[in-house]
């Protein structure tokens, strides 16, 4: 496979490389509670973590742990009932106002009316862009997922994987520093999987955006992220955050190594021990 | 799936009609063609239609020419066999006995034989296999006109009863101007202006409706409720009120058509998946930038089944509204002045001219559905 | 920095909890379309009395005069609500079930062509439905005429039916109904096919794994599937037969049932008569749809479908 991510976006590179790390995400004593007819449901409690720019943070949990409502609250799609968060050293909400961050969902959400070239334009149609820098956004990022060729086809005329690039695409073309996935890969099969994984790195070390990534997978979560955050449920809270130490570029093959089995094999532990004491 | 199925059934349907064909042709041989006493060979021409039928059964039932081309011949056969009925029984109105009816019986069968035939052809080209599934409908449609012809004419039903499709006709191409009249005054003027008013101002309040929780919640049930009553009762006080002509009947028309509008925009403008209005945040998009990028191609294919809905709605309306009262022309007052006089022909004529108008109308708007919501999975194909 | 530890906004507002339901804002814009029709009654009945009062030559009437005067006219532009209530009140409780005024009476007329036909058009829709499931030359050849027949203005040609029929001796409830079954099989017809197509692929393969028969497959996988939306056409088709019951008695001569009312209030001006029985038709097809859906709870609590 060729390179995801193309010579025009190391420029991004430079200028964030001085100095100190800056602080992309900030969340102290941060809770969620649900009024539910059965009751509150604790969705959150307690969060603190810590994101500089630059990570590759994963989120991983049992499902109901709450991985995808923190990823939400970062991204001001859900608003926590205690604590504080900041993102980009604003509140959320500003930072949506400022399209600080592009969001990948679970599907990928593409319209059926659009072309996917249609689909990419979408935020910059939004943000008011002029038709030029349009047209350019979209064929760069196009072209960095691959996908330059099928711009006049519908998304209905793509296979599963594709039409998740084209997503992929559609949030960089926003061009924010930060990318918040929420189990981008979770329905597409593991060979496509790997695939992508493989090409989201390579994308990201050339582009050294921040990425906060959901994920259910223990080899997706180890095999791409800087910082693993394990959550486990009832109510949500961080079980522990595993900083990893293999290389920033890595291939697939890093997958047989000892470092990354001690690294699952935490995470694992981890996911087990969160689940004990609940049935 | 179905293949298999349909193989699994025990009996097959164009063997049973090859059969039925070739019983019908032997009771037509025996008995009496039309009344008193004229049997088949005393018609050269039902003796040919009777000989023609019993070839096509006896061929089919031996396996000959089981493809496209006997399936052609066939047809033609049929096409031949019912003009050559049609042709002779307008000499014998009202006489048609056993006989008679055993080769229309049999002419029927051989038309079905034939539809069933069609639709086991396979084509490759997508376009043959459009007009095939055209054809099939179509063909259904002659076979009741003939059957209908058929048996008016040979049963000699009252005209005032029902009248023979050909006496229809007739009547169709000799009273145009009357017909042409009366369409404008009914369609052009009554169902347009009130088919656009009333969808158009269902459509604006459906979106005020929207961003107000508040009136959603408060109007949708009632007008759903409304959607449900016989609307068309307002008739006679929108003739009251807005007097004989056409402005009457728009007005019953708007009414008919707000409702069903209303309650298929707004539930369209919810039918947005969370995941689709959730991006949209992301974006920081506006009100009316969702509305337009995301809600509103997301109603569309809501909004187009009220406007299917009501292009039927509309032309009921205005028609059933004359009843009430109307200036001498229209298609409602002609109907119900021809129904007095038992001029049932014209009031027949009448009713082809808003069937053909009706379909028209529904099948433009059709297809305005099918180039706006192209993408939608219930139209690719 | 977002300070997020705001309490939930809990209101005490005793009114909050209704007003989030449906019942708070469906009464009040019923109360606001109650009160916008007592306005436009004032303001449409207006003109008329005020030319009463000007052939009595009384110029100084008091403006509360005006409106409780408006409100109580013999034949009024617009009726008021109370006007209608009253009137219907006396026709259907203080008049005898049997008497030809009695709205009940004429109710019950139409209400008995409506289920008659409603019957006959759910039958026949059901069965048209069976067939186009099962036969491909159905499918393609009557399916498309069952959509358009829709799109025949049969209204139109509903007097002519009742004429005609009564012309060769039929007469009664069965024309009324055959127009009403007409309306009615429509919706059933395609909301069945829709319905016993509706089982998915892997169901279906199931029972033919089974190889069960055709038949045995209707049984126990096609029609629980269609009873749903069975039930919802079927509320489409009890609309629709009212409103073939009520055009079927437009015609002149018919001189029961709503529709007679309708045609006999519009004749001799007696806008409270038609209100009355516009009020009870929308009366009777809310009952009747309504009471489809109870039997449509029941059923699909006992197929164990409620959700």
């Known amino acids: 496979m060729t390179a995801l991510a193309s010579a025009k976006d190391t420029e991004m590179v430079e200028k964030t490389n001085s100095a100190s790390p800056n602080r992309v995400i900030d969340i102290e004593n941060l809770s969620l509670t649900f009024e539910t007819n059965d009751g509150p449901v604790h969705a959150l409690s307690d969060i603190d973590l810590k994101i500089d720019e630059g990570d590759f943070v994963s989120f991983i949990g049992p499902s109901g742990c709450g991985k995808t409502t923190l990823l939400r609250v970062i991204a001001d799609l859900e608003k926590p009932t205690a604590g504080s968060i900041t993102v980009n050293g604003v509140s959320p909400e500003e930072a949506r106002l400022n399209r600080a961050y592009g969001y990948v969902f679970q599907s990928s959400a593409l319209y059926p009316w659009r072309t996917i070239a249609k689909n990419v334009a979408l935020p910059l149609e939004i943000m008011g862009l002029s038709g030029e820098e349009q047209q350019e956004r979209i064929s760069r990022n196009m072209d960095l997922v691959n996908l330059s060729g099928f711009e006049k086809k519908y998304p209905w005329q793509l296979s599963g994987g594709m039409q998740q690039r084209a997503s992929i695409a559609r949030a960089l073309a926003v061009e924010p520093d930060l990318l918040l996935m929420d189990e981008p890969f979770g329905a597409l099969d593991e060979i496509v999987r790997d695939h992508l994984n493989e090409q989201l790195l390579q994308l990201w070390a050339k582009t050294n955006k921040t990425v906060v990534f959901v994920t259910h997978s223990i080899p997706e979560a180890v095999f791409l992220s800087t910082k693993i955050v394990v959550l486990c449920p009832r109510p949500g809270r961080i079980y522990d955050v595993i900083d990893s130490n293999l290389p920033r570029d890595r291939s697939l093959d890093v997958r047989e190594t000892p470092e990354f089995l001690k690294i699952a094999h935490r995470v694992r532990d981890g996911l087990r021990a969160g689940h004990s004491y609940e049935d | 799936m179905t293949t298999v199925a349909a193989s699994k059934r025990g009996f097959d349907i164009p063997a049973l009609l090859a059969w039925f064909i070739v019983a019908m042709v032997m009771v037509g041989l025996f008995m009496p063609i039309f009344s008193p006493d004229i049997g088949v060979m005393d018609v050269p021409r039902l003796s040919i239609c009777l000989v023609i039928l019993a070839i096509a059964g006896v061929r089919y039932e031996l396996g000959f020419m089981r493809n496209w081309i006997g399936d052609l011949i066939l047809g033609l056969v049929t096409a031949i066999a019912a003009w050559l009925l049609i042709s002779t029984v307008s000499d014998h109105a009202g006489e048609a006995a056993l006989g008679f009816w055993a080769l229309m019986a049999a002419t029927w069968a051989a038309s079905w034989l034939f539809v069933e035939r069609l639709a086991i052809w396979k084509s490759s080209s997508p376009l043959a296999a459009r007009l095939i599934n055209l054809a099939i409908p179509t063909l259904f449609g002659f076979t009741l006109l003939v059957l209908w012809q058929l048996i008016v004419v040979g049963a000699g039903v009252p005209k005032v009863l029902l009248p023979a499709p050909s006496e229809i006709w007739i009547r169709l191409t000799t009273s145009v101007p009357i017909l042409w009249a009366d369409f404008q005054q009914t369609f052009l003027k009554a169902v347009l202006a009130g088919y656009f008013i009333g969808c158009g101002s269902a459509f604006v309040v459906a979106i005020l409706v929207d961003r107000v929780p508040f009136l959603r919640r408060g109007l949708l049930p009632i007008g759903n409720l409304v959607s449900a009553l016989p609307i068309i009762g307002v008739a006679p006080i929108m003739v009251m009120w807005f007097g004989f002509d056409w402005p009457s009947k728009a007005a019953v028309v708007i009414i008919m058509t707000f409702f069903p509008m209303l309650v298929n925009t707004v539930s369209g403008l919810a039918a947005s998946d969370a995941m689709q209005r959730d991006l949209m945040r992301t974006y920081a998009s506006s009100y009316w930038q969702t509305l337009f990028k995301l809600r509103l191609p997301m109603a569309m294919p809501f909004i187009f089944n009220a406007l299917k809905i009501n292009s039927t709605l509309a032309l009921i309306g205005a028609i059933v509204a004359e009843f009430f009262g109307t200036p001498i022309v229209g298609m409602g007052f002609r109907i119900s002045t021809e129904v007095g006089r038992l001029n049932v022909d014209m009031v027949w004529a009448e009713i082809a001219v808003a069937a053909l108008a009706g379909s028209l109308f529904y099948g433009v708007v059709a297809m305005l559905e099918r180039a706006v919501t192209f993408w939608h999975p219930s139209m690719r194909t | ?307």
């Open chain 3, 1 to 307: 920095m977002t300070d997020a530890t705001h309490s939930s906004p809990r209101s005490i507002n005793p009114f909050a909890g209704l007003m989030s339901g449906t019942v708070g804002p469906v009464i009040v814009v019923v109360l606001v379309i109650l009160a916008i029709w007592y306005i436009s009654a004032v303001a449409l009945n207006t003109p008329f009395q005020k030319g009463l009062y000007e052939r009595a030559s009384r110029t100084d009437v008091p403006v509360s005069q005006l409106i409780t005067d408006t409100l109580a006219q013999e034949r009024p532009v617009l009726p008021a609500p109370h006007q209608v209530i009253v009137e219907i009140w006396k026709t259907t409780v203080q008049k005898k079930i049997t008497s030809k005024r009695s709205l009940v009476f004429h109710t019950g007329i139409t209400l008995s062509s409506t289920l008659l036909g409603f019957l006959l058009g759910t039958t026949l829709g059901i069965l048209l439905s069976i067939g186009i499931v099962h036969s491909r030359v159905l499918d393609k050849s009557l399916m498309p005429w069952v959509i358009s027949s829709q799109t025949i203005p049969i209204l139109a040609i509903a007097p002519m039916i009742i004429v005609v029929l009564n012309a060769v001796g039929i007469s009664g409830l069965l024309p009324k109904a055959m127009i009403s079954t007409y309306l009615s099989f429509f919706p059933v017809t395609v909301g069945m096919v829709k319905g016993l197509r509706s089982p998915e692929v892997i169901h279906m393969d199931l029972m033919h794994t089974y190889s069960a028969s055709r038949i045995q497959a209707f049984w126990k996988l096609r029609l629980p599937y269609a009873v749903p939306y069975l039930f919802t056409s079927m509320k489409i088709g009890m609309a629709a037969s009212l409103v073939g019951a009520i055009v079927g008695e437009l015609p002149t001569g018919a001189v029961a049932g709503l529709g007679a009312r309708l045609l006999a209030g519009s004749y001799y001006g007696q806008t409270v008569q038609i209100w009355s029985a516009l009020l009870m038709a929308a009366f009777l097809a809310g009952s009747l749809v309504a009471l489809i859906g109870v039997l449509e709870k029941i059923t699909l609590k006992r197929m164990g479908m409620a959700r």
